[in-house]
């Protein structure tokens, strides 16, 4: 099957279910994040330590949010992700708004893309080239929810 655009996954329904567009943009973003976020002991490529890196994750819809030189994990804590404050962002979000999901962590830049003889992760640029197959598969079931 061919990889449709967001737009054209989502034309031929728009017009009927006005709110797809929307529902499609949403439960997608969400899924590029959650791909992000999984973790590698979990078949995931987002490293686990602390898990200081994943709880780093900030969303916005005015702009990226940036590395932190001086945000590290604190010796012996260890940190949780919740998911929500991320939905929140999403949720709030207009169609017309951009999403931006950044990790503030000081060493999230050596955990993509590697340093210092440590491999590259991957888990951003991974996770964002899956958008179309998240776009498709979520059009998909709002097509069949809609009966469309």
């Known amino acids: 099957m061919a990889t449709l655009s967001f737009a054209a996954a989502v ?3 728009a017009e009927k279910v006005p709110e797809a567009i929307e529902a499609v943009r949403n439960q997608s973003a969400a899924d590029v994040v959650k791909e992000m976020q999984t973790l590698d002991i979990e078949g ?8 200081f890196l994943q709880q780093s ?6 702009t990226m949010p940036s590395i932190n030189s001086g945000a590290n994990p604190v010796e012996g804590r260890t940190y949780k992700f919740d998911f929500g404050i ?3 962002v999403i949720a ?4 017309e708004d951009d999403l931006y999901f950044g990790y503030t962590a000081a060493y ?3 955990q993509e893309y590697g340093a210092n003889g440590r491999p590259a992760a991957g888990f951003v640029r991974l996770a964002a080239q899956n958008w179309p ?7 998909e079931k709002v097509r069949k ?4």
């Open 11 to 13: 034309a031929n329904f």
């Open 86 to 88: 991320i939905e929140a």
């Open 133 to 139: 197959v998240h776009v498709n598969r979520n059009a």
């Open 57 to 62: 994750l900030l969303a916005s819809t005015a």
């Open 92 to 95: 709030g979000a207009s169609l």
């Open 145 to 148: 929810a809609f009966g469309l």
């Open 44 to 51: 995931g490529r987002m490293p686990f330590e602390t898990g």
């Open 108 to 110: 999230a830049g050596h």
